[in-house]
């Protein structure tokens, strides 16, 4: 009996295994096609100033929105382009895309903002991604200063190269922010030795900040970390009004999240750049 069960198990295993590795080679090859084809485009999510209530930038997120598959989460796609290497073309493609759309914005006349486009581990272990990256500057004619680059702690696996690409795209302007922040492998001790400009604290740390004393005090010596350090925080993930509330006391000057907006087309997003504009006045709509 227990062997039969053993066998039928194995069976089972076996079977969801084929069927996974075969999604996976669909999938893999659907990616290959939608890169070649640029089936994607990017929505565009608000990152607020707390003390002011202003628009300081965006968030640049990959979408794929597949002709029979639907939207695929880049939590699905993603990974699976990194596994594959897939992820340089993609992520080539997200930054010019981004860049070339801040620079129309800013040639619109719009207060300029500074977007944040995702970088993969990657994408920073690859040779080349420096000049890449000032070859995709000098095309899409933006300026360093508005454009910052989220990095996860996993590319401090490799730190001595982590630590030589984040300076020398810091030697171009370029702002560099760790996304995610609480969650990996940095430790309170060596961040002081990281060029970074922004520490991002993971929305999972924000989610229950209101409710959890432990989270509430790992947000705030990430603040008094920042503080001491000169670097700026933003919060992510924030969703509603108490979170906020929590924020703001402990003197938290950024935020992003649902509450103020969720990633928006770059029609609607345009739309809201106008609608601030309306608030505070500093262009003229015609
Ligand atoms: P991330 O960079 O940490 O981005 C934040 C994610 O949280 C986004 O999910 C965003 O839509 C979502 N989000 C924003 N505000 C809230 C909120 O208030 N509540 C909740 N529950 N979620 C919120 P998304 O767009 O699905 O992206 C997931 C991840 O995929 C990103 O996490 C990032 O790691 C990766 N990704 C997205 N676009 C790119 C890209 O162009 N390149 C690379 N390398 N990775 C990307
Ligand atoms: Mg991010
Ligand atoms: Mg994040
Ligand atoms: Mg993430």
Same mark, same amino acid.
């Given at each position: 009996?227990?062997?039969?069960?053993?066998?039928?198990?194995?069976?089972? *295993?076996?079977?969801?295994?084929?069927?996974?590795?075969?999604?996976?080679?669909?999938?893999?090859?659907?990616?290959?096609?939608?890169?070649?084809?640029?089936?994607?485009?990017?929505?565009?999510?608000?990152?607020?100033?707390?003390?002011?209530?202003?628009?300081?930038?965006?968030?640049?997120?990959?979408?794929?929105?597949?002709? =029979?598959?639907?939207?695929?989460?880049?939590?699905?796609?993603?990974?699976?382009?990194?596994?594959?290497?897939?992820?340089?073309?993609?992520?080539?493609?997200?930054?010019?895309?981004?860049?070339?759309?801040?620079?129309?914005?800013?040639?619109?006349?719009?207060?300029?903002?500074?977007?944040?486009?995702?970088?993969?581990?990657?994408?920073?272990?690859?040779?080349?991604?420096?000049?890449?990256?000032?070859?995709?500057?000098? =095309?899409?004619?933006?300026?360093? &200063?508005?454009?910052?680059?989220?990095?996860?702690?996993?590319? *401090?696996?490799?730190?001595?190269?982590?630590?030589?690409?984040?300076?020398?795209?810091?030697?171009?302007?370029?702002?560099?922010?760790?996304?995610? *922040?609480?969650?990996?492998?940095?430790? *309170?001790?060596?961040?002081?030795?990281?060029?970074?400009?922004?520490?991002?604290?993971?929305?999972?740390?924000?989610?229950?900040?209101?409710?959890?004393?432990?989270?509430?005090?790992?947000?705030?010596?990430?603040?008094?970390?920042?503080?001491?350090?000169?670097?700026?925080?933003?919060? &992510?993930?924030?969703?509603?009004?108490?979170?906020?509330?929590?924020?703001? &006391?402990?003197?938290?000057?950024?935020?992003?999240?649902?509450?103020?907006?969720?990633?928006?087309?770059?029609?609607?997003?345009? &739309?809201?750049?106008?609608?601030?504009?309306?608030?505070?006045?500093?262009?003229?709509?015609?």
């Amino acid at each position: 009996f227990v062997k039969e069960r053993g066998r039928n198990g194995y069976a089972f *295993f076996e079977a969801k295994m084929e069927e996974k590795s075969l999604e996976r080679i669909l999938l893999e090859n659907e990616l290959r096609k939608a890169i070649q084809l640029e089936q994607f485009h990017i929505d565009y999510q608000p990152k607020i100033d707390l003390s002011k209530n202003k628009l300081i930038g965006m968030e640049a997120l990959v979408r794929w929105n597949h002709p =029979e598959l639907g939207k695929i989460s880049p939590n699905k796609f993603i990974p699976l382009a990194e596994e594959t290497g897939l992820i340089l073309p993609l992520g080539e493609w997200v930054l010019r895309r981004g860049c070339e759309q801040n620079k129309e914005w800013q040639d619109k006349g719009y207060t300029p903002l500074k977007i944040s486009i995702n970088l993969s581990a990657r994408q920073i272990s690859y040779p080349d991604i420096v000049r890449k990256i000032e070859e995709i500057l000098i =095309e899409t004619k933006l300026e360093p &200063e508005w454009l910052e680059l989220e990095v996860t702690e996993s590319i *401090f696996v490799n730190i001595e190269n982590a630590i030589t690409v984040l300076q020398q795209l810091r030697d171009l302007g370029v702002h560099i922010s760790i996304d995610d *922040f609480g969650t990996g492998y940095s430790s *309170f001790s060596y961040i002081k030795h990281l060029p970074v400009d922004t520490l991002k604290i993971d929305a999972s740390f924000i989610r229950d900040i209101h409710q959890n004393k432990e989270s509430q005090a790992i947000v705030q010596a990430v603040l008094t970390l920042s503080q001491t350090l000169g670097i700026n925080v933003i919060a &992510e993930g924030v969703e509603n009004q108490r979170q906020l509330d929590v924020l703001r &006391e402990d003197g938290c000057s950024q935020g992003q999240g649902f509450l103020f907006s969720k990633p928006l087309s770059s029609q609607d997003f345009e &739309e809201y750049l106008k609608e601030s504009v309306r608030a505070t006045g500093i262009k003229e709509i015609d």
